[in-house]
Nanobody, 125 residues
């Protein structure tokens, strides 16, 4: 059974910094392609924050460019999100997402999209 578990969400003041992490676990994991962070504020749709490919090509939402940095450790199956210069509008549940390949029949690898359960980030003004 594959799981993504986020950690690091807390209450922080505007202008502050926070680091999130998300670890993928499961004995059948064979490869992880793109990993990413999404967020959902109350009353809003879930939106992309940042993604990172297996070879560390990154993509950011315009609203976080220059403030947030996504990174990953392939040996640990973990993705990180360093958030600086936080604003009240960054308040949301932050979700980890990954395309994970698990062991299939014979030598095959089957890819699916997995989501974490989310971690709450609250930025006070």
């Amino acid at each position: 059974q594959v799981q993504l578990v986020e950690s690091g969400g807390v209450l922080v003041q505007a202008g502050g910094s926070l680091a999130l992490s998300c670890a993928a676990s499961g004995s059948d994991i064979r490869n992880i392609n793109t990993m990413g962070w999404y967020r959902q504020a109350p009353g809003s749709q879930r939106e992309l924050v940042a993604t990172i490919s297996r070879n560390s090509i990154t993509n950011y939402a315009d609203s976080v460019k220059g403030r947030f940095t996504i990174s990953r450790d392939n040996a640990k199956n973990t993705v990180y999100l360093q958030m600086n210069s936080l604003k009240p509008e960054d308040t949301a549940d932050y979700y980890c997402n990954a395309e994970i390949g698990i062991k299939g029949e014979l030598l095959s690898v089957r890819y699916s999209i997995y989501w974490g359960k989310g971690t709450l980030v609250t930025v006070s003004s």
